[in-house]
């Protein structure tokens, strides 16, 4: 708790000492914030009679397309205007005073009556000026204004990654697409794709899952990417977490210990099979630099039948290290710089045999970063934008109850957010600072579930400082994000993430966490193996039963949390609210209503928990005054109370319905349906048995109310109605609202 608190501190003051930047303070909201600005005291107005001055370069045809959707100004295109012209140019040396691997991204911004100029470094540079450029504008006094300003800016990493996690997810073509566009107007040039089943293996067909990537579709995401100077780089996990492999009947025998998490090392074939599936991903990937080895959490290389060495705490690593140097060998003959995971169970003595050549996507060890400054290896910073949490990330500072604490002890720790933490990562005194990074990784887990629509305010975090590091601070990100992602028209848009984000913890701790009943136990995490770490479920009991005969209850939900039971109408309240901001700020925003539209589907979904806890807490004290009808030998109540508590869990059965469809076709707009059959081809699904992944619990997307069909209403219901006949029948009394004839006809 001390270093939480202590955490929130550190963030604050460091927040605090960079203040609101210029840019802000003048009205402007620019991601990332740029290195050098000189602001003047006018400002520029653009309108239509303003021409591009370039050739047809892909920062041209986007200044155009951006300022007409983004500022409703249509720029013409003429070479050599003397007047109200905007000339993008290179020229390489333009801007100088950075370092060699990152001046090709550098570039000039110059705004002044009747002339804007771009000039870059390189083409990316150019490009770069022009996202700053569209960024700037905005709408005062009726006309589009910039300005007048100079801009010199530069990236002070070369790479810049974000992560798209589609292990229990596939997105489709035109959402990849727009998300390469996002990518690219908050300046990140790298995605990690960590493509796992969701592409087409030629050299290995079953692999892939039915509509998976083609090769020729997933040159086409590269291909568009190439042009928003963006890498898709192939994120491969193997050979851990390699279940989308080894699930499949032909790949069973490279199994290192009888389980699906983990690929022989002592096996040749082990090594044919991960190589062949990168020369794959290579050839459909043309134009990519990089190739992304995920040596995530490898545990027991060496261990199994077919090792001729034991395996011991001391040579846990042998094996891993010699995979990673024959990776990297592999993929360097195939013109591929490799990026591998480097971290537990890698050995500090180990660590001095992988190649110089490879990028450490972590650097999961204190002692590992003195061996890599001396063999001259470079980094990522590693940051997570979000990890284990349900439905929404914690981009901010929280009261947050540790998992498992039963329900309703409310004893917390505080947590500066998702948003401290990345911006504290880059800060100078951290790790990074002693680093030799070339990039930033910024990793969006969808392990739990979550879309991507969710991950935004953290991605752009990760590209705004591997940008520019320490500027400006989180809360400043938080505002200028939202104004350039929704657009000046959404309002009050940090309410709504603060609201998601409450809403989604206080759904996730209002759940029993049990130990699964179908899920075997897993091996661990990053911080080390736990073999036989017990995997959990979220579920519910469903309200207590009556006796058939007297109707004696024991209230389950009475027993409970009394302070938890009595907050569910205030967040049922604050949902409510929750939702008519979103459905207001779909009319206002001025673009990506989509992002909102999924929004609104969870916080209906939230909302539809609290009704369900609502209902069974109601459902339960109406057999409780059942019980005290029959007490009382009025028969005839009693049943009238049975009935109650049947309708009450009835309604909100129905509610969940309309709920799930509405969650299943809002996210299907940009995936396709999870688990799906096509051409004949079926998912092969398997629960993962060594992770504790909540999106793997079903083939489909019914995951997402997986807890409420564990808590078995339907069922209840049924056995409920039995005992309403029956005590009804006994007593002579007639029975409605259960959907039937009156029991007397």
């Avoid at 007297?550 to 409970?560: D, N």
Wanted: proline share 5%.
């Amino acid at each position: 708790m001390l270093c939480e608190l202590v955490a929130m501190v550190v963030t604050a003051l460091l927040a605090a000492e960079v203040g609101p930047t210029p840019l802000l303070l003048r009205g402007h909201a620019v991601v990332p914030t740029p290195q050098r600005v000189t602001l003047g005291s006018a400002d520029v107005t653009v309108d239509g009679t303003w021409t591009i001055d370039a050739g047809d370069t892909a920062a041209a045809r986007w200044l155009a397309s951006d300022f007409e959707s983004f500022h409703g100004v249509g720029l013409q295109r003429a070479a050599g205007a003397t007047r109200n012209a905007i000339r993008l140019r290179v020229a390489a040396g333009a801007v100088s005073g950075m370092p060699q691997e990152v001046a090709a991204q550098a570039y000039r911004l110059r705004v002044a009556a009747g002339l804007i100029e771009i000039t870059g470094n390189g083409e990316a540079g150019l490009f770069y000026g022009v996202q700053t450029l569209v960024q700037l504008a905005k709408a005062a006094r009726g006309k589009i204004v910039v300005p007048a300003c100079e801009v010199e800016d530069w990236p002070q990493l070369a790479l810049r990654f974000l992560h798209w996690d589609s292990k229990h997810h596939q997105d489709r073509m035109p959402a990849l697409k727009r998300y390469l566009d996002w990518a690219a107007r908050f300046k990140a040039n790298m995605i990690g794709f960590e493509i796992e089943d969701k592409f087409a293996y030629p050299s290995h067909p079953e692999i892939g899952a039915p509509g998976a990537f083609t090769p020729a579709e997933l040159q086409e995401i590269v291909n568009y990417g190439l042009e928003r100077h963006i890498q898709v780089v192939p994120v491969l996990q193997a050979p851990a977490h390699f279940a989308y492999v080894l699930k499949h009947p032909k790949f069973a025998h490279l199994k290192a210990d009888g389980n699906n998490y983990q690929a022989c090392l002592c096996l040749e074939e082990t090594y044919k099979l991960i190589f062949e599936m990168f020369d794959d991903l290579i050839a459909a990937t043309k134009g990519v630099d990089y190739f992304f080895v995920s040596t995530d959490e490898v545990y027991y290389a060496g261990i199994g039948k077919n090792c001729k060495q034991p395996y011991t705490p001391e040579n846990r690593s042998a094996i891993l290290a010699e995979f990673d140097r024959r990776a990297h060998d592999h993929l360097a003959s195939k013109g591929r710089r490799m990026l591998a995971w480097l971290e537990y169970p890698l050995l500090a003595k180990d660590l001095e045999k992988i190649p110089a050549g490879v990028i450490d996507g972590v650097v999961g060890e204190e002692e590992f970063v003195e061996i890599e400054r001396r063999k001259g290896m470079r980094q990522l910073i590693y940051s997570s934008t979000q990890g284990a949490e349900f439905l929404f990330p914690d981009h901010f500072a929280i009261q947050a109850i540790p998992p498992g604490t039963p329900l309703g002890e409310y004893e917390s720790v505080y947590t500066s957010g998702r948003l401290g933490q990345v911006y504290r990562t880059f800060a100078a005194g951290t790790r990074a600072s002693r680093i030799n990074p070339i990039g930033a990784f910024a990793a969006a887990w969808g392990d739990s579930g979550l879309h991507s629509e969710t991950f935004w305010m953290g991605w752009s975090a990760v590209a705004r400082w591997a940008w520019h590091a320490g500027t400006p601070g989180p809360e400043q990100h938080a505002a200028e994000f939202l104004q350039v992602y929704y657009g000046a028209g959404a309002k009050g848009m940090v309410d709504v993430y603060r609201g998601l984000q409450q809403q989604a913890r206080h759904w996730q701790r209002s759940w029993d966490r049990v130990v699964s009943r179908t899920r075997a136990s897993g091996y661990g995490n990053s911080d080390g193996p736990k073999i036989g770490t017990a995997r959990h479920d979220l579920t519910l009991p469903p309200p207590a039963l009556p006796d058939a005969v007297t109707l004696a209850v024991q209230p389950r939900y009475g027993a409970r949390s009394r302070t938890f039971l009595e907050s569910v109408p205030a967040w049922r309240l604050e949902n409510d609210r929750l939702q008519h901001a979103l459905l207001e700020n779909m009319l206002a925003a001025d673009r990506n209503q989509h992002s909102l539209e999924v929004f609104h589907a969870l916080a209906r979904l939230i909302g539809h928990h609290w009704q369900l806890l609502s209902a069974m807490t109601a459902a339960e004290q109406a057999l409780q005054r059942a019980e005290r009808a029959a007490m009382r030998d009025q028969a005839a109540e009693a049943v009238a109370h049975l009935v109650e508590a049947h309708r009450l869990t009835g309604a909100t059965q129905q509610e969940a319905e309309a709920v799930w469809k509405n969650v299943q076709g809002v996210f299907e707009k940009s995936w396709w349906p999870k688990g799906m059959s096509v051409g004949g081809r079926k998912f092969v699904h398997v629960l993962d048995d060594t992770k504790d992944h909540w999106a793997d619990r079903t083939p489909d997307l019914g995951y997402m109310f997986a807890p409420e069909r564990s808590i078995g209403l339907p069922a209840w219901r049924e056995s409920l109605a039995g005992i309403i006949r029956g005590y009804a029948k006994r007593h002579n009394v007639p029975v409605r609202g259960l959907g039937e004839k009156r029991l007397e006809e």
